[in-house]
Structure formats: C-alpha cells, structure tokens
C-alpha cells in the first residue's frame, strides 16, 4: 500500500520528483531517465513505469535549463528503440511458451491478451499507436515478436513510433509546462494525460466485449 501511495505521489508531481533529481543526481538524471524510457519499452515486467507523463516533466525541465533538450530527445529515441527491439526478441523467443503455458506468476496475462486482440484489429501500424497508450506501449513489441512479424518491417514501426512519441511529449513539455496556468495545475494537466492515454484502451476493450456479447447472442 505504501508503494502504491508512493507510486501516485511520484507521478502526480513529477515535475518537483524530477527537478529534485537533476539537484542531486546532475548529468546522472540522464542516464536514469535512458534507463527509465529503456525499462518502460523494453521489459514486459515494467508495465508500471511513467511514459508520457515523464517526457512531458523532463520537457518542462529542458525549459527551464535544467536538462539539455536535444541530448534528452536523442537519448530518449534511442533508449526507446533499444526497449521495443528487446522486447520484440523476448517475445519471439519466449512468447510462445508463456501463452501455452497460460500462466506467469509475474506476468499480467489479461495485459498480453488485451494487447494481441489490439494487435490483431490494428496491425503493424499497433507499434506506432502503442507508443501512446500506456500498458498496450509495453506489450505491443512482445506481441509482435509471438506473431512473428518480420523484423525490418517491426524496425520501421518501431523508429517511427520513437520519434514521433519522444519528440511529441518532450516539445509539447518544453513549450508549455511553464506557462503559469499549467505550471500552478500540474498535477492535474499529468492526470489529463493519463487519462488521455489509456482512452484508446478503453475504448477497445469496450468494443470487444460489445462484439463478444453481439457473437454470444447471434443464433
């Protein structure tokens, strides 16, 4: 319980979290926030981690100089990639028998199974839209890699997808967190945000159970 009130609290004002970490930790904030990003794509046990709402605070913080921007875009990009690269391996070379197996003690297999029926309605574009939805980002690329999708065709959506999140919620961050309307509710603009991202998700999981219930029903 402590974890999970600690957990809140962090992501909530991740804005003081982070600038208090650049105070403490200086040029290591970076390689702290690489393993962070890296983490959060790259390990299907870390679903957990803060995505979005942590570009957008490290955004803020390039802002105020706290943070090089283009070393952060860069890093980030890459940590990204790497993350979503691993994470596409692991999941064509151990998937297959975490599924068959239907049951790992350290893995949310409802979280996989709600990925692969994304997955399977959207496609390889799933890679791209997956960077934006907390969770899905995660298990999108171990899915890809169980449904053996060819790896340069995986690469293209996996480096686009990098760009376009890394340098969208990083730029949105630098260019707004300061103004003073969203610098006095910044708490709530990061809970805007979440609830934003995981929308999509939302939304498809309503939509199967309404196709499962209509399937259910048809004589």
Not at 35 to 48: M, R
Not at 72 to 87: M, P, R, T, Y
Not at 185 to 204: K, R, Y
Request: some cysteine.
């Amino acid at each position: 319980m402590e974890f999970i009130q600690f957990w809140i609290d962090f992501i909530l004002h991740i804005d003081k979290h982070l600038d208090m970490m650049v105070t403490t930790m200086g040029i290591w904030t970076y390689i702290i926030l690489f393993a962070i990003v890296f983490a959060e794509t790259g390990l299907v046990v870390t679903p957990f981690l803060p995505g979005d709402s942590l570009l957008f605070a490290t955004g803020a913080l390039c802002a105020t100089g706290s943070l090089d921007l283009t070393v952060i875009i860069v890093s980030l990009i890459i940590a990204a990639i790497i993350g979503d690269a691993l994470n596409y391996w692991i999941g064509k070379r151990f998937g297959t028998g975490i599924f068959s197996s239907g049951k790992i003690r350290w893995l949310n297999m409802k979280h996989i199974e709600r990925t692969h029926e994304f997955y399977e309605r959207h496609g390889g574009k799933t890679i791209i839209m997956a960077r934006f939805i907390p969770i899905i980002r995660t298990f999108a690329p171990f899915v890809a890699g169980i449904g053996n999708m060819g790896y340069s065709r995986f690469a293209t959506y996996n480096v686009v997808g990098a760009v376009v999140w890394i340098i969208s919620f990083t730029v949105l961050g630098y260019f707004f967190a300061n103004q003073p309307i969203i610098k006095k509710n910044f708490s709530l603009v990061i809970l805007g945000i979440i609830v934003i991202s995981v929308m999509p998700a939302v939304i498809e999981f309503f939509r199967q159970r309404r196709a499962m219930k209509r399937t259910s029903t048809t004589p």
